[in-house]
């Protein structure tokens, strides 16, 4: 049974989320949540954006966004600037944490930001100390929708996005649950796990050292996989100043695959634009308006 498989072979139970902060904003709410995830096995974060249209009493479309190393629930939150439009467009925002927390969650004995806490890389973790607490693929697959379905009137497809570690969670699952997105958008995106240093480390540590268990969450294979059937609206902004952009392979194998399959991804690169958040927030309104668009479809 796979990594992705062994969620759907048992049921959850999905807890309620407790409210910890809100803050008006454009017009709408900034806030953020705690619950018990019986998933990952510990109290988790994560943030909301609730545009003015929530009042409405309507089902409201939902971005989702998978954040990259390090970085906790907040960081989008508080540096990407996509209030504003999201307010516009109406469009509920959901942000969760990127890996488990708490005193019990292990995290790499020399505390390497490229592995365990703010670093889970979004898969299903398989072996010794990683599997009890690391499940984000379920996490983000399963539970949280799960508990933002029941939390708020959403409609049933969302989109999602995300930036470096971020942005291969997003490809990847979103790759992997086809029916399941309205479109997919990333950021700097690992698209080829298998084949560069951070995902090297991270899969070997959390799946083994059986590169067959690997394919699963690298966008490139499941893009391949996919091939001519692949319909799902895909856009990808890369800066060229970005010193992760050669050494991770970032974006341009998963380029390269498009093209082979004739896939119609969209990939934008950027000359001066580095890895960080102003890179994101000088072009997180075309993401935003990207899936507007495609979850206006349904």
């Known amino acids: ?62 971005v989702y966004w998978l954040s990259g190393l390090t970085c906790t629930d907040e960081n ?20 969760p944490d990127t890996s488990p927390r708490g005193d019990a969650v292990p ?31 379920d996490y983000i697959v399963d539970e949280l929708p799960s508990l933002i379905q029941q939390q708020f009137q959403v409609q049933p497809k969302a989109a999602i996005a995300g930036h470096s570690m971020g942005g291969h969670g997003a490809l990847m699952i979103a790759l992997s649950n086809v029916k399941r997105f309205s479109s997919v958008s990333a950021f700097s995106p690992i698209v080829n796990p298998m084949d560069c240093p951070w995902g090297q480390k991270a899969f070997k540590h959390y799946l083994g050292n059986d590169k067959s268990e690997w394919q699963q969450y690298d966008s490139c294979e499941l893009m391949r996989q996919q091939g001519q059937f692949l319909q799902l609206p895909m856009l990808i902004d ?8 050669q050494h991770q392979k970032l974006a341009k194998p998963l380029e390269a695959i498009a093209q082979e399959i004739n896939y119609p991804a969209e990939f934008r690169y950027h000359e001066g634009y580095d890895h960080s958040y102003f890179f994101i927030s000088s072009f997180i309104e075309d993401h935003l308006r990207f899936h507007a668009k495609h979850l206006a479809e349904y």
């Open 1 to 62: 049974m796979s990594g992705q498989q062994q969620m759907s072979a048992t049921s959850s139970v999905t807890s309620s989320a407790n409210e910890v902060s809100a803050n008006r904003c454009f017009g709408g709410w900034q806030k953020r949540f705690s619950h018990q995830s019986a998933v990952l096995n510990c109290e988790m974060y994560f943030s909301v954006y609730l545009p003015p249209a929530a009042e409405l009493a309507k089902p409201l479309p939902v």
């Open 107 to 137: 995290d790499a004995d020399d505390q390497a930001y490229d592995l365990g806490l703010g670093a889970g890389f979004y898969v299903n973790a398989t072996q010794a100390p990683w599997a009890e607490h690391y499940r984000m693929y």
């Open 76 to 95: 989008f939150v508080t540096k990407a600037g996509a209030q504003r439009v999201a307010s516009e467009l109406g469009i509920m925002l959901v942000i």
């Open 238 to 245: 890369q800066g060229l100043a970005d010193d992760f952009y």
